[in-house]
């Protein structure tokens, strides 16, 4: 409980402007309503009592005495007064539930800024199922499992202690005696129930993350699950998890109901301990009558707030978990978009003339040999340069820490002197990458090529740059046409097509650098040559940056790095290369390009310089 005020407090700079104030309002409405609701309930029960008995009704604490004549009058302004309750009960739920889905609105968006936003590290360290649920889940589990609970308990304290001040008042005896009866049941109960809710709540969260992460690898991998029948134990590793989470979840179910039921055990209990006690005391069968029915009155509505209480407890204990990671997140993320604001953002003086990377060295958080290291090289705008060299030897570590996706922790990027840091947005502006995988999204080839949910798109440039990809001939080809669709992932497509469809939408913001990784390696010889035409024309234009296994593609630039454990061995143009490192020879010749090169033996190694 205390954790649940604690996470609320934590919550709340979060929340829309002027939250708070809704809450109190709320909270003062809601008690309101319900001290309503009781007044009219224990009037109810005092005025049946007396009609009962054929006496005059006469309403405790305020004291109004009302004869037989009156009865009918008394039982329809009591029951007009719960109609009235029940009706603005509802109207409050009613905007209640629509203001609170704001709050969660603005939690959800925090939170997804904050995952899309955060440092490319800590995204690394995360995989997507994770960050999908915790987005999705996670917030609704803010509102459903923090906020909207903690609301209902003042009302439900306060409809608790008006009942118990009115049978203080009326009946003092039955008060004490059911006051104490079901307060030591209600301990009870949350004694035994909070940990376990908290606990189950804790296995679940687990559970079912772990199983949601099996379905998206396995789901990523079904090709090869089929092909290798792997069905039964996939199925079964999958089931494992959900055991355990479905199991957690039945068990904070039945957590949930075991307050209800005990309570009417208790209930029935009462009313013998009560009665009995009653007759004991007083001797007559009239008053141990009426302490039954007052215990009953009271207990009905005792009852459910105590209820209510314990499912309050239960509902935010089985959340725990799940709101703790969110607001972890949301503050942790805090740091970083209040420095994404400022960060970055000075504009570069002109358009840039030249990347200087100065003793750049970068290390994995989770590895202890730097993936490179030392990397010192000046690449002039312009030019065309690649970076080639064995599988793991750092080349795509050094295309992110261009990027400014990963930030070396030691050496220094300079953009014509400025640092890459304070200008990063708009050096990003200027670049247009192709990754190794394209992320298509499920939409038209238009809106994949622009980059654009709901955006405006340039259809005439669109058009441009696909010819310039080679990748026109294909768009026309299909019903649609440039708003085909070309499903999740870019499933209807060829693995050729989506690098095509890639470099399309690199071309489309105009960039000043080019960045591919790989961005040719899935293509047929034949198109290959076309796209690598297609680039090679750009060249001039635009400052080509190339990761490529396939030397063809690369050949004619105008520097390659040739890489190696994470540093620069040497660098040149092609035939340089060779000349200076006997591994990349060995590379070429097997790609059949060494006997064609001249050995020159005059490599410069500018990546050492
Ligand atoms: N997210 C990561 N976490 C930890 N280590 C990583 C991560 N990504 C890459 N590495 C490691 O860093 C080193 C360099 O990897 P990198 O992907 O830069 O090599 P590469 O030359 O681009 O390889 P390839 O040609 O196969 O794509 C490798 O040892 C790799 O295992």
Same mark, same amino acid.
């Given at each position: 409980?205390?954790?649940?005020?604690?996470?609320?407090?934590?919550?709340?700079?979060?929340?829309?402007?002027? *939250?708070?104030?809704?809450?109190?309002?709320?909270?003062?409405?809601?008690?309101?309503?319900?001290?309503?609701?009781?007044?009219?309930?224990?009037?109810? #029960?005092? %005025?049946?009592?007396?009609?009962?008995?054929?006496?005059?009704?006469?309403?405790?604490?305020?004291?109004?005495?009302?004869?037989?004549?009156?009865?009918?009058?008394?039982?329809?302004?009591?029951? *007009?007064?719960?109609?009235?309750?029940?009706?603005?009960?509802?109207?409050?739920?009613?905007?209640?539930?629509?203001?609170?889905?704001?709050?969660?609105?603005?939690?959800?968006?925090?939170?997804?800024?904050?995952?899309?936003?955060?440092?490319?590290?800590?995204?690394?360290?995360?995989?997507?199922?994770?960050?999908?649920?915790?987005?999705?889940?996670?917030?609704?589990?803010?509102?459903?499992?923090?906020?909207?609970?903690?609301?209902?308990?003042?009302?439900?304290?306060?409809? %608790?202690?008006?009942?118990?001040?009115?049978?203080?008042?009326?009946?003092?005896?039955?008060?004490?005696?059911?006051?104490?009866?079901?307060?030591?049941?209600?301990?009870?109960?949350?004694?035994?129930?909070?940990?376990?809710?908290?606990?189950?709540?804790?296995?679940?969260?687990?559970?079912?993350?772990? *199983?949601?992460?099996?379905?998206?690898?396995?789901?990523?991998?079904?090709?090869?699950?089929?092909?290798?029948?792997?069905?039964?134990?996939?199925?079964?590793?999958?089931?494992?998890?959900?055991?355990? #989470?479905?199991?957690?979840?039945?068990?904070?179910?039945?957590?949930?109901?075991?307050?209800?039921?005990?309570?009417?055990?208790?209930?029935?209990?009462?009313?013998?301990?009560?009665?009995?006690?009653?007759?004991?005391?007083?001797?007559?069968?009239?008053?141990?009558?009426? $302490?039954?029915?007052?215990?009953?009155? %009271?207990?009905?509505?005792?009852?459910?707030?105590?209820?209510?209480?314990?499912?309050?407890?239960?509902?935010?204990?089985?959340?725990?978990?799940?709101?703790?990671?969110?607001?972890?997140?949301?503050?942790?993320?805090?740091?970083?978009?209040?420095?994404?604001?400022?960060?970055?953002?000075?504009?570069?003086?002109?358009?840039?003339?030249?990347?200087?990377?100065?003793?750049?060295?970068?290390?994995?958080?989770?590895?202890?040999?730097?993936?490179?290291?030392?990397?010192?090289?000046?690449?002039?705008?312009?030019?065309?340069?690649?970076?080639?060299?064995?599988?793991?030897?750092?080349?795509?570590?050094?295309?992110?820490?261009?990027?400014?996706?990963?930030?070396?922790?030691?050496?220094?990027?300079?953009?014509?002197?400025?640092?890459?840091?304070?200008?990063?947005?708009?050096?990003?502006?200027?670049?247009?990458?192709?990754?190794?995988?394209?992320?298509?999204?499920?939409?038209?080839?238009?809106?994949?090529? *622009?980059?654009?949910?709901?955006?405006?798109?340039?259809?005439?440039?669109?058009?441009?740059?696909?010819?310039?990809?080679?990748?026109?001939?294909?768009?026309?080809?299909?019903?649609?046409?440039?708003?085909?669709?070309?499903?999740?992932?870019?499933?209807?497509?060829?693995?050729?097509?989506?690098?095509?469809?890639?470099?399309?939408?690199?071309?489309?913001?105009?960039?000043?650098?080019?960045?591919?990784?790989?961005?040719?390696?899935?293509?047929?010889?034949?198109?290959?040559?076309?796209?690598?035409? $297609?680039?090679?024309?750009?060249?001039?234009?635009?400052?080509?940056?190339?990761?490529?296994?396939?030397?063809?593609?690369?050949?004619?630039?105008?520097?390659?790095?040739?890489?190696?454990?994470?540093?620069?061995?040497?660098?040149?143009?092609?035939?340089?290369?060779?000349?200076?490192?006997?591994?990349?020879?060995?590379?070429?010749?097997?790609?059949?390009?060494?006997?064609?090169?001249?050995?020159?033996?005059? #490599?410069?190694?500018?990546?050492?310089?």
């Amino acid at each position: 409980m205390k954790d649940g005020y604690k996470n609320l407090m934590r919550a709340m700079p979060f929340l829309p402007d002027g *939250a708070s104030r809704y809450m109190v309002v709320y909270i003062i409405v809601a008690s309101l309503l319900s001290i309503m609701d009781i007044a009219a309930l224990m009037a109810l #029960a005092f %005025s049946m009592t007396s009609i009962l008995s054929s006496q005059d009704i006469v309403i405790p604490v305020v004291g109004w005495r009302f004869g037989q004549n009156q009865y009918v009058w008394v039982i329809l302004a009591i029951s *007009a007064v719960i109609l009235l309750k029940a009706v603005l009960s509802l109207v409050q739920q009613w905007f209640a539930t629509r203001r609170f889905a704001d709050f969660e609105m603005d939690l959800g968006r925090t939170l997804f800024d904050a995952y899309l936003g955060a440092p490319w590290v800590d995204r690394l360290g995360r995989s997507t199922s994770e960050l999908v649920r915790m987005a999705d889940v996670g917030v609704a589990a803010i509102n459903a499992g923090l906020i909207l609970p903690l609301m209902g308990l003042p009302a439900m304290l306060i409809s %608790s202690l008006t009942v118990i001040a009115i049978l203080l008042v009326a009946q003092p005896v039955t008060a004490i005696v059911t006051l104490f009866y079901l307060g030591l049941i209600a301990m009870l109960i949350y004694w035994l129930l909070s940990r376990r809710t908290l606990e189950a709540g804790r296995v679940n969260r687990r559970y079912s993350f772990k *199983a949601a992460g099996l379905m998206t690898d396995m789901v990523g991998a079904l090709k090869e699950v089929t092909l290798r029948d792997k069905f039964t134990e996939v199925s079964s590793v999958v089931q494992d998890a959900r055991f355990h #989470a479905t199991r957690a979840r039945a068990n904070i179910q039945f957590l949930g109901s075991v307050p209800k039921f005990v309570m009417d055990f208790a209930l029935i209990g009462g009313l013998i301990i009560i009665g009995a006690a009653s007759f004991l005391i007083s001797g007559t069968m009239d008053a141990a009558i009426n $302490a039954v029915v007052l215990f009953t009155v %009271s207990a009905i509505r005792l009852i459910p707030a105590l209820t209510g209480f314990q499912g309050t407890v239960n509902v935010l204990n089985s959340n725990a978990s799940q709101v703790r990671a969110i607001l972890r997140d949301i503050e942790e993320a805090q740091t970083y978009i209040e420095r994404r604001k400022v960060a970055g953002r000075q504009p570069l003086a002109h358009d840039p003339r030249e990347l200087v990377l100065d003793n750049v060295s970068f290390t994995y958080p989770n590895r202890v040999d730097p993936a490179i290291r030392d990397i010192s090289m000046t690449i002039r705008m312009g030019t065309s340069v690649a970076f080639v060299g064995e599988s793991g030897s750092g080349k795509s570590t050094l295309v992110d820490v261009i990027l400014g996706l990963l930030e070396p922790q030691q050496g220094t990027i300079r953009i014509d002197g400025q640092d890459l840091d304070d200008v990063l947005a708009n050096w990003r502006s200027l670049i247009g990458y192709v990754p190794q995988d394209v992320s298509l999204f499920d939409g038209t080839i238009e809106q994949n090529v *622009a980059l654009t949910w709901k955006g405006e798109i340039d259809r005439e440039k669109v058009i441009e740059c696909l010819k310039k990809a080679q990748m026109w001939e294909t768009t026309l080809e299909r019903p649609g046409g440039l708003q085909a669709t070309i499903g999740e992932r870019g499933i209807g497509l060829s693995g050729g097509q989506r690098q095509r469809l890639g470099i399309a939408r690199a071309l489309y913001a105009d960039p000043l650098i080019l960045i591919l990784d790989e961005a040719t390696s899935a293509l047929d010889s034949e198109t290959e040559a076309e796209v690598s035409k $297609a680039i090679h024309n750009l060249r001039g234009e635009v400052t080509m940056i190339s990761i490529a296994h396939r030397l063809s593609t690369v050949k004619d630039s105008d520097v390659l790095f040739f890489m190696k454990d994470g540093r620069v061995v040497t660098s040149g143009t092609f035939s340089e290369v060779i000349a200076a490192a006997p591994d990349f020879a060995r590379q070429a010749a097997l790609s059949g390009l060494g006997s064609n090169v001249e050995v020159s033996g005059s #490599a410069s190694s500018e990546g050492e310089r």
